[in-house]
Nanobody, 122 residues
Framework: QVQLVESGGGLVQAGGSLRLSCAASGRAMSNRAMAWFRRAPGKEREFVAATNGAGGARYYADSVKGRFTISRDNAKDTVYLQMNNLKQEDTAVYYC???????????????WGQGTQVTVSS
């Protein structure tokens, strides 16, 4: 079993920055992709960014390209999401996710964190 714990959310003004962290425990994650998703109020959960096990491949939703950066530290089993130039529409609960195997690209994410709230004010 894999446990994922997010941290780093908070309240920030538009144009500001936040860095989210997701610490994984239970199994080594260095060979697995990890991703960030988000759910805004009244909306469905959406993909934000993903990276493969080695961290060399990264994919982003069009809405965050150029502003968000996903990275990982496999020695710490931690994935990060650096969010710059935040906009009000980035307000959401952000979730970390991981698959149950080492497939890439990922078809299903079986493990999810509890989420961390990001609120961007005007």
């Amino acid at each position: 079993q894999v446990q994922l714990v997010e941290s780093g959310g908070g309240l920030v003004q538009a144009g500001g920055s936040l860095r989210l962290s997701c610490a994984a425990s239970g199994r080594a994650m260095s060979n697995r992709a990890m991703a960030w998703f988000r759910r805004a109020p009244g909306k469905e959960r959406e993909f934000v960014a993903a990276t493969n096990g080695a961290g060399g491949a990264r994919y982003y939703a069009d809405s965050v390209k150029g502003r968000f950066t996903i990275s990982r530290d496999n020695a710490k089993d931690t994935v990060y999401l650096q969010m710059n130039n935040l906009k009000q529409e980035d307000t959401a609960v952000y979730y970390c996710a991981a698959p149950s195997n080492s497939a890439w690209p990922v078809i299903n994410y079986e493990y999810w964190g509890q989420g961390t709230q990001v609120t961007v004010s005007s």
